[in-house]
C-alpha cells in the first residue's frame, strides 16, 4: 500500500516568489490527507495534480496564518463545486473558532459534513485510527498551542503468493480475507495455512511532522524511533538567539533531534525568507544527521 508525502509549501511566516507556506498532502493506505495549509495551499493542489475533492482528513498544527490562512479558502473552494463528502478537521480548539466566523460573516452553509476534531495540545493520545493507520497527536513548544503528529501504519496485508494461489485455483473472492491473514479452506475441505499461501510484508512505516517549536526534549520522546521525520529548521545555528526568542529550531538542532530521536529519515523545511541558497540549512542540519534531505516543494517522498 502506498505511503507517499508531497511538500506543497516549505517557507515560514514570509513566503517568497519560489516558496509557500506550510503545507503537505499525504496518501496513506489511499486515504488522502492534508497537514497544514497555509495561503495558497489549493493552488499548489493544483499545480501538482491533487485533487482537493479526495482530502477526507485535515491536520492543522496550529492558528498562526502561514499554516491555516489557505484553509478557508480550500473550505469554500470544496463548497463550491458541491463536495460531498465528509471532511474531518483536526486540531487545537482555537481554530474552528476561526472557521465558525468565516462561514458565518459570510453567509456560507457547507454541501458537505465538516466534522471538528479539537485537540487537546498538552497530552499525547490517539487521534484517529482504522484498519489500516492510526494518527497520534504531541505536544510542540511555540508561541501558541502547537500540536505534532505521528502518522503510522497500523499493519502490513500480507501479500498473496500469486503462484501457489494460481496452482490451488483460490477464487480471487478469498484474496482480501487471505491478506488479512486468514487460512483458505477449499471445496473439498482441504485447509491450507495463511503463511502457506502468502509472502510476509515489510514492517510497518511511521512519520513524524513537527511544525513550529522551540527544541525541547520532550519533543524526542514523543517521536522516538519513527522511520521519518519532518522537522522545521527556520533559521541557521547563527541566529539561536532570534530561534529561541520565536520559538523556532535551528537546521542543526533539528538534526540533533533526529539523531537523538534515532529516527531513519529526516526532512527539514519552514525555512525563513532570508535564505536563498537552502543549501546552507541542508549541510548544517546534515553534521548532526548525515541522512537528510530538503522538503523541496513538489517532491514527492515515497515512504518506504
Known sequence: MAFEVTILGNSSASPTLSRHPSAQYINICDHHLLVDCGEGTQMQLQRYKIKKSKLSHIFISHVHGDHILGLPGLLLSMNLVKHDQP?????PKELFEILDVIFKHSETELS????????????????????HFRVKSFPLFHRVPTIGYQFEERYMLKKLNVEVCQRLKIPFTYFSDIKMGKDYISPE???????????????????????????????????????????????????????????????????????LAKV????IGHFS??????????????????NTQLAIEGKTFVLE
Open 112 to 131: 458537505f459534513p465538516l466534522h471538528y476534531h479539537a485537540i487537546d495540545p498538552n497530552s499525547a493520545q490517539i487521534i484517529l485510527e482504522n484498519l
Open 87 to 91: 471532511v474531518h478537521i483536526y486540531g
Open 273 to 290: 525568507s532570508r535564505y536563498d541558497d537552502l543549501e546552507e540549512l541542508l549541510n548544517e542540519a546534515k553534521s548532526e544527521f548525515d
Open 264 to 267: 531513519n529519515h529526516l526532512l
Open 189 to 259: 475441505g482441504i485447509c491450507y495455512k495463511n503463511e502457506a499461501i502468502t509472502l510476509e510484508s515489510t514492517q510497518p512505516i511511521s512519520y513524524a511532522y513537527c511544525s513550529d517549536t522551540l527544541y525541547d526534549e520532550r519533543v524526542i520522546k514523543s517521536i522516538e524511533g519513527s522511520d521519518y521525520l519532518y522537522h522545521e529548521a527556520t533559521f541557521l545555528h547563527d541566529k539561536l538567539e532570534r530561534a529561541i526568542k520565536t520559538k523556532h529550531t535551528t537546521a542543526k538542532q533539528a538534526g540533533m533531534v533526529a539523531r
